[in-house]
């Protein structure tokens, strides 16, 4: 079965730092990616999609992403937080074939606090 | 364009009652997605449809959930009887037709208490 690792469960950053979250997933077959993003109170929303083409993919509010595939990786990076940045991420992947296709593999999310 | 909408919001339970819950999809969204949200955790999937057919069912709990989207447009999730685990957030998606490994646009979820 795929899984999907986030390894900062919580994240404190000043306004103006830069971040990057970490996201390894474990498939060996052709995958999208994507990263959900849910600000307080609010619904899961797509920050960022990758199905194929450039590895470095950009997404609403500045954020970005890159794919790599020999580390089956997908980290996203933003290279100056903002206190309205506050909220909990989420990285996903699902397979394009077979029995996975179609289904969405959640990490356990990412709290991100922005200090203003 | 209005989003997913789903209800009730929340729902306090005692266990071994039941529950319902309600989703209505995006308009035109031929696939219809229900998610467990467990405290600390992502979501998971349910079930899976495809216009009123299932594709995909095999991490439901069959035992005590249950889905139907009768008409392929409005889906309902039930469980009965509850477990004091089934507290989380149930969280319903949809997402456009052509690629089936689209994005999927999710609702607000209804929060479930079992007590």
């Known amino acids: 079965a795929q899984s999907v690792s986030q390894h900062n469960h919580h994240v404190i950053l000043s306004e103006a730092a830069s971040l990057e979250l970490g996201c390894n997933y474990s498939y060996g077959g052709t995958v999208n990616l994507f990263w959900y993003v849910q600000y307080p109170g609010q619904h899961l929303q797509l920050l960022l999609k990758?199905?194929?083409?450039?590895?470095l993919v950009k997404g609403i509010k500045g954020f970005e992403a890159e794919f790599i595939k020999s580390k089956f990786s997908f980290n996203l990076r933003k290279p100056s937080v903002q206190w309205s940045d506050t909220a909990e991420y989420f990285c996903?992947?699902?397979?394009?074939?077979?029995?996975?296709?179609?289904?969405?593999?959640f990490g356990r999310g990412t709290q991100l606090t922005v200090w203003p | 364009e209005a989003g997913v909408a789903q209800s009730p919001r929340y729902k306090i339970i005692e266990k071994r009652q039941s529950v319902a819950f309600w989703c209505n999809p995006i308009?035109?969204?031929?696939?219809l997605y229900w998610y467990q949200q467990i405290l600390g955790q992502g979501p998971k999937l349910l079930i899976q449809?495809?216009?009123?057919?299932?594709?995909?069912d095999s991490q439901l709990p069959k035992d005590r959930f249950s889905a139907e989207r009768l008409k392929g447009v409005d889906s309902t999730l039930k469980i009965q009887p509850a477990k004091l685990e089934d507290s989380a957030v149930y969280l319903c998606?949809?997402?456009?037709?052509?690629?089936?490994?689209?994005?999927?646009?999710f609702g607000p979820g209804t929060r479930l208490t079992v007590l």
């Open positions: 996903a992947v699902n397979g394009v074939r077979g029995s996975t296709l179609g289904r969405l593999y």
């Open positions: 449809f495809q216009n009123n057919g299932v594709v995909d």
């Open positions: 308009s035109g969204h031929a696939t």
């Open positions: 990758y199905f194929s083409g450039d590895p």
């Open positions: 998606a949809s997402s456009p037709p052509g690629l089936v490994a689209d994005t999927q646009y």
